[in-house]
C-alpha cells in the first residue's frame, strides 16, 4: 500500500515533469495551477528563445538540449517562482501575489543580461536572445489558459519590438483582442472555405501584354466581410498558421489552373506568397511538387515568391530552399526587394528568376536624383544577372515612364488591375492576352513611315531618292553617300524598348567602302552596327559596349559584293547574351557573352559617326522587340523570296 503510492507519486512527478530540464512540463504547470486557491491572483511571465530552431538546425539538437537546460537554470535561479517548460524553448512562470511590477521587470531584466554572460558557447549565445512577456495580477478564477494567452501575447509584442527583451501585457488591448478572435476562427474559416484568392496580374508596360499574375488571399468573414491581409498576416505569421493558409492558397491556385485547361490563358505563370516559416521544413518543395503534379500543373507555371526580410535572417536556409524549389522546376521570386536593407551580395548566391521591387522603394527613392540613380541601377544590375524585374505598386503614367527608362518592363499595380476575382481576372485575362511586343516594319517604299503608321522616319541632309527594290513595284531608298552623318535617316529610337532585338533589312551597297554603317543604333553606353564590307569585303555586325575598354565585340559575316541585293539580320538576345548576323536567311555569325545595350538614343540608317556615309539601296526594314531564331528568319527569308515579283537575286536585274 505504502509502496504503490509512493510508486503512484513517482509516476505523476514523472508525468509531470520535463524529462530534459527537470522542470514541470505543461501538466505539470496546469496541477499546480488548478491546485491554487480560486480566490487570489497571479502573475506570469512567457519565456520564449529567440532562434532557438537555428542553434538546432546548425550546431544539431544535443547542443540544442543543452543550451535549453541552461537557460532552465538560468530561469529558475532568477525567477524562484514556479518555472515550467511547456514547450521547445518555451518557459512560463508563475509568481505569487507579492511581486510589484517593478519587481516582475527587474527579474526580466536580469535574465536577459544573464543570457549574454552564462557559462556557454559564447557563439551560440551570440545567435540566441529571450522575449519575455508578463501579464500582471490575473485571478486564478481564470482558465491558465486565458492567463498564457495573454503573457504570450506580450511576448510576441516583445518579439515584435525587436527580440531580446520584455513587454507588460496591457489590458483592454484592442489589437490582442482582435488578434484572439482571429485565432478562434481562423481554422473553421479555412475549412468552411472563407479565405479566397485574388488574381492581380502582371503587365508588360511597354506592350501592355499579360504576362502573369500573384494570389493574393481575402478572408470573406461571414459577419464582418472582406478582410484584406494586413488583418491577418501578421497574426497567422505569428501563431504558425501562415503555413496551413500558404498550402491552401497553393493549392487553390493549382485547382484553378487545371480548370483553366485549353483557355488562352491556361499556360499563365501565378505567384503564390510563401511565409519564411515554410524555410525550416526540409520536405516543403516535395511537398509543393506533389501538389502541382497532383492537378497536374508543370512547375515551371507557378512561382514562389519569398520576402526579401528573410533574405537577411536566414541566408542559408534561404539558399538551400531556393535551390531545392528550382531543382523542382519552380520558379523563385524576392519579393519587397528594396524594403529593407537589400543584401545585395545575397544576390549572387541565390538562384531566385525574378525580383520584386517593393512600392515603398520606387515611392521613396524615385523623386531626388540620387534616388532615381539608385533605382536605375539596381535595376541594370539584376539585368545584368539576368534577373526579370517586375515594379509593384505601379499607379501612374509618370511612374510607368520613369520605370521603363531605368530598363524595368513588368509591373503590377492598380495602374493595369488591382487584386481581381477569378470572374474579373478572366474578363481581364483575355482583353490583355492578344497583347504582344511592337515590332515595327519600314518598307521604304515611297515614304519612311511604319506600317503601322505610328513611326516615320526623319531624313537628315539630302540626295536620297527612291529607286527599284527588291519586288518588282516596290521602291527602295537610295543613299548618295557623305561625309559622317550626312544624308541619312533617323528612325524614332522608341521603335527599340526592349534589351533583345531583332533588325532585318535588305541592303545593296553601291561601292566598296570599307567600315561605313548601313545601320547605327546609338545606346547610352556603347553602340551596335551592321557594316556591309567591313574589311576585305566581309560583312560586320559590331557591338561596342563602352563601359569596358577592351569593350569591342565583331560579329563576322560573309563576303558581300558591291551592286547585290543582300537580307541581312541581326538579332540580340540579352537574355543569352547572343548576338548573331544572317544572310539570305542563314546563320554566318555568332558570337556568346556580349554585354547588353540599353537605352537606345538613336537609330540611323545610312551612316554613323565615325565613318563617311552609306552609298546605295535599302529597303523591308523592320524592327523586333525580340530575338528571334534560325527557324524565323529562315521563314522570313523565304517569304520575300516567295513573293510575287521577287527579282532582287535576278541576274542582269
Ligand atoms: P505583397 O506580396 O507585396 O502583395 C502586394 C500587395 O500590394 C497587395 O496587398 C496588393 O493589393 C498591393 N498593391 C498592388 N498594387 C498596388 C498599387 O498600385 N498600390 C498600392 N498601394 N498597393 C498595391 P494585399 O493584397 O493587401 O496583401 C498584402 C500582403 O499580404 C502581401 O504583400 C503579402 O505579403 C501578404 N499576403 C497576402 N496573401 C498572402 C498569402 O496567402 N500568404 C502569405 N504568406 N502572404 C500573403
Ligand atoms: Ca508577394
Ligand atoms: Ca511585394
Request: proline share 3%; charged share 25%.
Amino acid at each position: 500500500m505504502v509502496k504503490s503510492e509512493k510508486e503512484a507519486d513517482i509516476m505523476k512527478r514523472l508525468a509531470e515533469s520535463d524529462y530534459l530540464t527537470g522542470l514541470p512540463n505543461r501538466r505539470g504547470l496546469y496541477e499546480y495551477y488548478e491546485a491554487l486557491p480560486r480566490n487570489q491572483n497571479v502573475h506570469a511571465m512567457f519565456i520564449d528563445v529567440d532562434n532557438f530552431k537555428r542553434v538546432n538546425d546548425l550546431h544539431g539538437h544535443s547542443v540544442g538540449d543543452t543550451l535549453l537546460i541552461q537557460i532552465a537554470r538560468l530561469v529558475k535561479e532568477h525567477t524562484q517562482g514556479f518555472a515550467s517548460r511547456i514547450g521547445g524553448d518555451e518557459y512560463v512562470v508563475l509568481f505569487d501575489e507579492s511581486y510589484n511590477r517593478e519587481q516582475l521587470e527587474q527579474i526580466a531584466r536580469k535574465m536577459l543580461d544573464s543570457m549574454q554572460t552564462a557559462d556557454f558557447r559564447k557563439d551560440i549565445l551570440s545567435m540566441v536572445s529571450l522575449s519575455i512577456g508578463i501579464v500582471m495580477s490575473q485571478s486564478t478564477a481564470l482558465n491558465l489558459d486565458d492567463i498564457l494567452f495573454m503573457c504570450d501575447a506580450a511576448m510576441y509584442q516583445a518579439k515584435n519590438n525587436g527580440k531580446n527583451c520584455y513587454a507588460v501585457y496591457e489590458a483592454f488591448d484592442k489589437k490582442i483582442e482582435i488578434r484572439r478572435n482571429i485565432e478562434m476562427e481562423m481554422k473553421g474559416a479555412l475549412e468552411r472555405g472563407e479565405f479566397q484568392v485574388y488574381l492581380q496580374p502582371k503587365v508588360n508596360m511597354v506592350s501592355s501584354a499579360f504576362c502573369g499574375a500573384e494570389a493574393l488571399s481575402r478572408w470573406l468573414h461571414p459577419v464582418e466581410g472582406l478582410r484584406t491581409p494586413d488583418a491577418y498576416i501578421p497574426v497567422f505569421e505569428k501563431n504558425g498558421f501562415i503555413v496551413k493558409l500558404d498550402l491552401y492558397m497553393f493549392e487553390e491556385v493549382c485547382r484553378l489552373k487545371a480548370s483553366w485547361r485549353g483557355e488562352c490563358y491556361e499556360h499563365i505563370p501565378i505567384s503564390v506568397n510563401m511565409s519564411r516559416l515554410h524555410l525550416y521544413d526540409m520536405a516543403f518543395a516535395e511537398t509543393l511538387l506533389a501538389i502541382a503534379n497532383k492537378y497536374e500543373i508543370p512547375p515551371q507555371e507557378l512561382e514562389i515568391e519569398i520576402t526579401e526580410s528573410v533574405f537577411i535572417k536566414d541566408n542559408n536556409e534561404l539558399v538551400n530552399m531556393t535551390n531545392k524549389l528550382r531543382e523542382k522546376g519552380f520558379l523563385v521570386s524576392i519579393d519587397d526587394f528594396g524594403s529593407g536593407f537589400s543584401a545585395l551580395n545575397l544576390l549572387k548566391d541565390i538562384p531566385v528568376n525574378t525580383i520584386k521591387l517593393d512600392k515603398s522603394f520606387l515611392q521613396s527613392s524615385s523623386n531626388d536624383v540620387r534616388g532615381r540613380k539608385v533605382i536605375k541601377n539596381v535595376i541594370a544590375m539584376c539585368r545584368d544577372l539576368k534577373l526579370d524585374v517586375v515594379s509593384e505598386g505601379i499607379e501612374t503614367q509618370e511612374q510607368i515612364d520613369f520605370i521603363t527608362s531605368c530598363g524595368c518592363q513588368i509591373a503590377q499595380g492598380f495602374f493595369y488591375a488591382k487584386p481581381l476575382t477569378l470572374s474579373d481576372f478572366i474578363v481581364f485575362a483575355e482583353e490583355y492576352l492578344a497583347n504582344t511586343l511592337e515590332s515595327y516594319v519600314f518598307r521604304l517604299n515611297g515614304d519612311l513611315k511604319s506600317e503601322d503608321g505610328s513611326l516615320e522616319g526623319i531624313i537628315s541632309g539630302e540626295g536620297l531618292h527612291y529607286e527599284a527594290g527588291i519586288i518588282a513595284g516596290r521602291k527602295s531608298l537610295y543613299f548618295p553617300g557623305g561625309d559622317t552623318e550626312q544624308n541619312t535617316v533617323h528612325i524614332p529610337p522608341k521603335a527599340i524598348v526592349n534589351d533583345s532585338f531583332t533588325v532585318s533589312m535588305w541592303l545593296k551597297p553601291k561601292v566598296n567602302h570599307q567600315w561605313v554603317s548601313a545601320l547605327y543604333i546609338k545606346f547610352e553606353s556603347g553602340f551596335c552596327s551592321i557594316m556591309p564590307l567591313a574589311w576585305e569585303g566581309n560583312s560586320d555586325f559590331r557591338i561596342r559596349d563602352s563601359k569596358e575598354v577592351n569593350g569591342w565585340y565583331d560579329v563576322s559575316g560573309c563576303q558581300l559584293r558591291e551592286n547585290e541585293w543582300v537580307h541581312y539580320v541581326i538579332s540580340y538576345n540579352a537574355r543569352t547574351e547572343r548576338a548573331v548576323a544572317f544572310v539570305n536567311g542563314e546563320v554566318v555569325g555568332l558570337l556568346d557573352n556580349v554585354p547588353t545595350n540599353r537605352y537606345v538614343k538613336w537609330i540611323i540608317l545610312g551612316g554613323d559617326v565615325f565613318q563617311p556615309s552609306f552609298i546605295g539601296n535599302i529597303c523591308e526594314l523592320v524592327i523586333y522587340n525580340e530575338p528571334k531564331d534560325y527557324d524565323f528568319v529562315q521563314a522570313l527569308h523565304q517569304s520575300y523570296v516567295q513573293t510575287e515579283g521577287f527579282n532582287a537575286f535576278k541576274l542582269g536585274e
